[in-house]
């Protein structure tokens, strides 16, 4: 086991277990053979880790996965229970968040039961097996294209650009090199000075963590209709979805006694170029970096602002700094990696992630998946996960919140959405979360 995989097992507390919980749904029942079948061949089978139990050795032995002896699908896949309303559904994400994992066995669970006219599917996997973006590529390995010949939109990743040997060798390239590195080098210089020096004010969800969590989103919303936003205020769909987060923080926040005008979350950043093929051992191959987002002012401003933030942090260094202190708190005795650890996760208010999946329909064992969001987990006293992933045209927000900091996570998904309306009006009304004829 890599220090990269280690660091998540030291990281796990009652109050914020480190899993990554997903859920998607369908619009007819999935087979429970079929299930147990695909996952055998494709996740099982393809990628051993999931039969392997973590052993954590005291430091300075290495940790390492060990096949489990009289592994047994049965343990780890639950394929029944009552039809689920919405509600319900949300009910039981929110419970697995912080349901915790026995070490004597592979750290993994999958949990089916009837939704709506089909099935929900909840994939619960702890973080030292692999990271989001490999987990999302995982999960689309699962599903087959609904249409023959639909090609899958690899798994979103933002890495600097280099420079080549060819570069430095070629005058004029080495000029325009020697420019770049001078600007990537002042934007990690002011990076890393923000990271170090920047303490999230005091709000309504500061405190000690508890162990209870929640989780909710709400309807899909055109990816063609964030799209054109982007591209009238010269942004990113990224950009624009990160705005309106802020915003909808921010009308949360204002009811509960007031709002910063900025406030930090932690946000994944992939350290390798996307590969189709997934790896064998899968494991984690990010780190994460601070992103500080606007609450207040009008749309235009607030997706200038995170547009000038983001910019900077792509533009330098620091992602591979931040990703060193992690193999470091994974390497070095608890005793010292903690107070690291802690150090940085206190300087944001929760985790964000945004994962790009396919652009076509596709299906589960024969079933049409109609959704599907995942979130990463909190550390220390972290309040708040909030995931946005893109699914067949749409994108899904889901927000994961700590239960005696937060409370219902069905504030913020109902800021978000009145967010959302009034940023797009009537150019892209939001769909159903689950077929009509369902129960909700």
């Given at each position: 086991m890599t220090a990269d995989d280690a660091v998540w097992l030291r990281l796990d507390r009652p109050e914020n277990v480190m899993s990554v919980v997903s859920v998607l749904w369908t619009a007819t029942p999935v087979d429970a053979s079929d299930l147990r079948h695909v996952l055998r061949d494709r996740m099982l089978d393809r990628h051993p880790v999931f039969r392997c139990r973590p052993v954590?050795?005291?430091w300075p032995f290495p940790s390492e996965w060990v096949p489990e002896e009289h592994f047994?699908?049965?343990?780890?896949?639950?394929?029944?229970?009552?039809?689920?309303?919405?509600?319900?559904?949300?009910?039981?994400?929110?419970?697995?968040?912080?349901?915790?994992?026995?070490?004597?066995?592979?750290?993994w669970r999958v949990r089916m039961v009837p939704y709506g006219d089909g099935s929900a599917v909840v994939l619960q996997v702890h973080h030292s097996i692999t990271d989001g973006i490999r987990l999302t590529q995982l999960m689309v390995d699962l599903l087959d294209p609904a249409e023959p010949g639909d090609h899958l939109t690899p798994a979103g990743t933002h890495m600097a650009d280099s420079t080549s040997v060819r570069d430095l060798l070629d005058p004029q390239r080495a000029l325009e090199a020697s420019a770049e590195l001078t600007r990537t080098a002042f934007r990690t210089v002011t990076s890393v000075a923000t990271l170090m020096t920047w303490s999230n004010p005091h709000?309504?969800?500061?405190?000690?963590?508890?162990?209870?969590?929640?989780?909710?989103?709400?309807?899909?919303v055109s990816l063609a209709a964030l799209a054109d936003l982007g591209a009238r205020h010269h942004a990113t769909v990224n950009e624009v979805l990160l705005a309106l987060l802020g915003g909808a923080v921010g009308r949360v926040l204002d009811r509960r006694g007031g709002s910063p005008d900025d406030l930090a979350w932690m946000g994944p950043f992939n350290l390798e170029p996307f590969d189709p093929a997934l790896p064998t051992r899968l494991g984690n191959r990010f780190s994460l970096v601070l992103a500080v987002l606007p609450l207040h002012g009008d749309l235009a401003e607030r997706i200038s602002i995170v547009h000038d933030r983001i910019t900077r942090i792509r533009g330098s260094w620091e992602a591979w700094l931040t990703a060193g202190t992690q193999r470091l708190i994974g390497a070095v005795p608890p005793a010292a990696g903690e107070p690291i650890s802690r150090f940085f996760a206190d300087k944001a208010v929760g985790v964000l992630t945004n994962?790009?999946?396919?652009?076509?329909?596709?299906?589960?064992?024969?079933?049409?998946?109609?959704?599907?969001?995942?979130?990463?987990?909190c550390s220390a006293d972290q309040a708040v996960t909030a995931c946005v992933f893109s699914y067949a045209g749409d994108v899904f927000t889901g927000f994961g919140t700590d239960g005696r900091l937060v409370g219902s996570a069905d504030a913020l998904v109902h800021a978000f959405a009145a967010e959302t309306s009034a940023a797009l009006g009537d150019t892209a009304p939001s769909r159903p979360v689950v077929p009509a004829r369902s129960t909700t």
């Open positions: 954590v050795r005291a047994d699908i049965d343990r780890h896949v639950t394929c029944d229970g009552p039809s689920c309303t919405t509600a319900g559904l949300q009910a039981l994400v929110g419970g697995l968040r912080s349901e915790t994992f026995a070490r004597a066995h592979p750290p709000t309504a969800w500061t405190g000690r963590a508890g162990v209870a969590k929640h989780a909710g989103w709400g309807p899909p994962v790009p999946g396919p652009p076509a329909p596709m299906d589960l064992c024969g079933a049409r998946v109609l959704g599907s969001v995942g979130w990463a987990p």
